[in-house]
């Protein structure tokens, strides 16, 4: 088995201290292969009059068909060619390449995507100057971006029959998907309220919308996550937003394995799923295109499967037989062992106390308060705890950086598909259910109570 292991290159060579974290490149040996950039330190100095900010200049040398590993800066990036060329790209944006004296920018909220010597025969060499906070690395490895989760979620859905439900506008009104089956393509997108992207999406959405025709029903699908139909409504309002709005109660998307927000589904004539992304792009587009063809008014497959509401679990009834694993990959029983303890699920979003922090504060700090609460209860042995984290815009690896980050004592589980969220109808994060010694659930604290963790749990 090939052991991945990770490097600094500074100065030309491998590990030396001078630029911390600038670039990491990963391969599978314990040699550094062919076409790994050199990166050169040409001055760091701190900036007068700009507290906590210091310059930053390298050179960067990539040799025949080099490139670096997606990352980001987090800091004001300017890049000037100075040798041979390079393909660029960040997120949201297309490629470019650039040759001798031509120059390229990254923001502190870039993700390089793409950063490759465009020859395969010539080596490439740039220049790079940098502004950014003292003591922060350079570079950092660039995270799964809402892309490639959108993909992947859609890997087992592209080309399969779409499921058939009748839905519920907030405004009162039913759509039966499975009537437009067969008959014209049905464009879904997924979203929130507190979600930047959707928010940056919508006027291609709406445009879509209003230019969509006969043959295309295009309905937003609110994700139903931190959310309500008083949000939403605000929301509209203030947006201009004309298309019927349905709020999720989390089957629908469970059928399209919903992971980020906003997800685009688009659905052919033919009743089958084309296309599932993130992006309002090219690729989005063509999609919208080819689900309209004439090509694929026939035949919505008999089989296409029908939604059934999963088994919920409510204050009064008791938990499940099942078990879950942990992180640590141990099994969690929900109903307690011998002796008998009380149990409390604490479900959670690893990224809730940091992105929610601008576009919904009140829940940010909910989150925060929660978290504390429970790590000063957490050493009571007479009480079982684990934390079950939501998988929209969350895998394993970000819930492990979420504990090791807050130092989280409670076994966390990552409800990856969101079957415990919906069998415990959880919608908003932090929700808090406690159970009684003998397994049954006895209380729910939900976000916008203030109650006193310690004392609900000690509470009859």
């Keep these: 088995m090939n052991v991945r292991r990770a490097c600094v290159l500074t100065a030309g060579v491998m590990v030396v201290a001078g630029i911390p974290g600038f670039l990491d490149y990963t391969w599978a040996s314990d040699v550094a292969p062919p076409g790994v950039p050199a990166v050169t330190e040409l001055m760091v100095r701190d900036l007068d009059g700009i507290p906590n900010k210091e310059a930053l200049m390298i050179t960067v040398t990539y040799l025949p068909g080099g490139a670096s590993l997606p990352h980001r800066h987090d800091a004001q990036v300017f890049v000037y060619v100075l040798e041979g060329s390079m393909t ?13 004296g031509q120059t390229f920018y990254e923001g502190p909220q870039d993700v390089h995507r793409v950063s490759a010597n465009a020859s395969r025969t010539e080596p490439a060499k740039i220049l790079v100057f940098m502004v950014k906070t003292k003591g922060k690395p350079a570079s950092r490895a660039a995270e799964t971006t809402g892309q490639e989760r959108a993909e992947a979620a859609g890997k087992g859905l592209v080309g399969s029959p779409a499921p058939r439900m009748v839905l519920r506008t907030i405004d009162g009104d039913t759509i039966d998907l499975g009537a437009l089956y067969g008959k014209k393509a049905v464009y879904l997108k997924f979203w929130a309220t507190w979600c930047a992207p959707c928010r940056e999406q919508m006027p291609h959405f709406e445009h879509i919308y209003e230019t969509a025709g006969p043959d295309l029903a295009v309905i937003a699908v609110n994700a139903g996550f931190n959310d309500s139909v008083e949000e939403i409504q605000r929301y509209r309002r203030a947006l ?21 927000t906003p997800q685009h589904i688009v659905i052919g004539r033919d009743g089958r799923i084309l296309y599932v992304g993130h992006l309002a792009d090219a690729r989005l587009d063509a999609a919208l295109v080819a689900a309209r063809q004439p090509g694929l008014t026939k035949a919505m497959p008999a089989s296409a499967p029908a939604l059934v509401e999963g088994p919920r679990i409510d204050v009064g009834d008791r938990l499940p037989a099942e078990s879950v694993t942990t992180l640590d990959g141990k099994p969690f029983v929900f109903r307690t062992p011998a002796p008998p303890r009380p149990t409390v699920l604490v479900f959670l979003s690893p990224w809730c106390e940091s992105y929610l922090a601008t576009t919904r504060p009140a829940i940010s700090a909910s989150c925060r308060r929660t978290r504390e609460q429970v790590d000063e209860l957490a050493e009571d042995r007479r009480v079982r705890w684990i934390g079950i ?34 069998a415990f109808r959880v919608a908003d994060v932090p929700t808090v259910l406690i159970a009684d010694a003998q397994g049954t659930l006895i209380r729910r604290i939900v976000p916008d109570d203030r109650e006193n963790l310690r004392k609900a749990i000690e509470s009859p």
């Design 389 to 422: 984290a939501s998988g929209l815009w969350a895998s394993a690896d970000d819930l492990r950086k979420y504990r090791d980050e807050y130092k989280i004592g409670i076994p966390l589980t990552l409800d990856e598909s969101g079957a415990l969220f919906r």
């Design 88 to 100: 660029m790209q960040v997120d949201g944006s297309a490629p470019v390449t650039v040759g001798p």
């Design 240 to 260: 201009g937003i004309t298309m019927p709005i349905v709020l999720d109660d989390g089957r629908l998307g469970a059928a399209f394995n919903l992971r980020v």
